[in-house]
């Protein structure tokens, strides 16, 4: 049990925990042992319950497996600083043969993105996260970056950008991960950025399509378009746009707009059920900025279910998802009102800390995140879309070819 409490795995069940005199090691590829040191014997059976076990996925992030003058293998924690002759993977055992769990019972509102992640290895795996500074997009960048994958960090303050990229490398520092400048607000930067990254030559295989704003006071952009609602969809709805020959060639692949649960509360239709395009747009005598989030959100999910119905034969799927209704983040930072009333209900929201997840609004258990949606990239399969809402609009709900508004 000392050597379970210095590796931090002394929390165990009971059916699970050993009878005195004997250790629980593992084989080279995986499999679970028992050593009686009274009898001097092993056994592949649990000694009380008698099942075998096997290691479920790869070491935990900032761990490494090395091997001793002595040919032993050993187990070093960087982020911790420390070495242990116990696989740290004992801790993520499963049954031989186990029947899988369904998603409902593995996560839960306490799960964070470095579980959700837990033995996934996204090893030449490239992702993108626009927004990726701070909040939920930096929580999703690093969970990625820590478990192997090409994290591009799709920013327009580079400053922070750089700072975010260093404080992941700080925590691994084999983590491949840049910052790339972006800014939704500017249509040629969206453009630039496609490019840029195009001349890269590599593939992409997850877009997370983050970054948001959030009271914004009315304004236009330089493209003559209200600000929230270009910078929440219109900016995202283009780079998907100008990306999406390389997320077809890097099948399977999948986009992830990060909407919210606001878009119930809005209407983007005249009084004869057909789309007002004044309202995604507005003047400044029409603009609410509340209400101008909430259609940019509804754009959002309108957008990734037209998506996914087009690109998914084609391998690239698409998600929206829902944040958490009790998330803390910095999204309020542009106007003290909003500010106020989330720093009084600071202490009621889950830490942005321990608590990175983006719950789906169709999958009610608040656990699953923007980074749980694309961690099964091989199974070319629809996570749970937030549909549950839609508006009664004719046929193609926003139409997808918006070169009408972007030329």
């Keep these: 049990m000392a050597a379970l409490r210095y590796a931090g795995l002394d929390d165990t069940d009971s059916e699970d925990e050993l009878p005195p005199g004997w250790e629980q090691r593992t084989t080279k590829d995986g499999w679970v042992y028992y050593a009686n040191h009274a009898e001097e014997k092993t056994q592949w059976e649990h000694p009380k319950t008698g099942k075998r076990k096997r290691i479920a996925g790869d070491l935990p992030y900032g761990w490494e497996q090395e091997t001793d003058e002595n040919g032993q293998v ?157 910078v929440n969809h219109l900016g995202h709805f283009y780079l998907v746009q100008l990306l999406q020959d390389v997320l077809c060639r890097s099948a399977p692949a999948r986009v992830v707009v990060v909407s919210s649960e606001s878009h119930r509360f809005t209407d983007i239709n005249d009084s004869s059920g057909k789309l007002d395009f004044s309202r995604l747009s507005p003047s400044k005598s029409d603009y609410w900025a509340m209400l101008a989030y ?74 699953s995140e923007s980074t749980w949606i694309p961690s099964d990239l091989n199974t070319g399969q629809l996570s749970w879309l937030m549909l549950s809402t839609f508006l009664p609009i004719e046929n193609n709900l926003i139409p997808l070819d918006w070169s009408f508004i972007i030329q």
């Design 294 to 367: 909430n259609r940019s959100k509804l754009c959002n999910i309108l957008f990734s279910n037209e998506l996914h119905r087009r690109l998914s034969p084609r391998g690239v799927t698409s998600n929206a998802v829902h944040p958490g209704n009790m998330m803390y983040s910095s999204i309020h930072r542009n106007w003290w009102v909003y500010t106020l009333l989330f720093t009084l209900a600071r202490p009621f929201t889950k830490s942005m800390i321990l608590y990175n997840m983006v719950e789906y609004t169709s999958f009610r258990p608040p656990a």
């Design 74 to 230: 050993f187990f070093v924690d960087h982020i911790n600083k420390r070495t242990t002759y116990l696989d740290p993977r004992l801790a993520f055992t499963v049954d031989d043969n186990p029947t899988k769990p369904t998603s409902r019972q593995r996560y839960d509102g306490g799960t964070t993105a470095m579980e959700i992640l837990q033995g996934r290895d996204f090893t030449g795996k490239v992702v993108v996260v626009t927004g990726a500074n701070s909040g939920i997009g930096f929580e999703t960048a690093k969970s990625f970056a820590l478990h192997g994958a090409h994290v591009i960090l799709a920013c327009r303050n580079m400053t922070r950008a750089n700072e975010a990229v260093s404080q992941i490398l700080g925590e691994w520092h084999k983590a491949k991960v840049e910052a790339m400048t972006l800014d939704l607000a500017l249509l040629r930067s969206v453009q630039h950025f496609a490019q840029a990254f195009k001349a890269k030559n590599v593939s992409l295989h997850v877009l997370v399509c983050n970054a948001a704003a959030f009271a914004l006071p009315w304004s236009l952009t330089k493209d003559g378009l209200e600000t929230t609602f270009q």
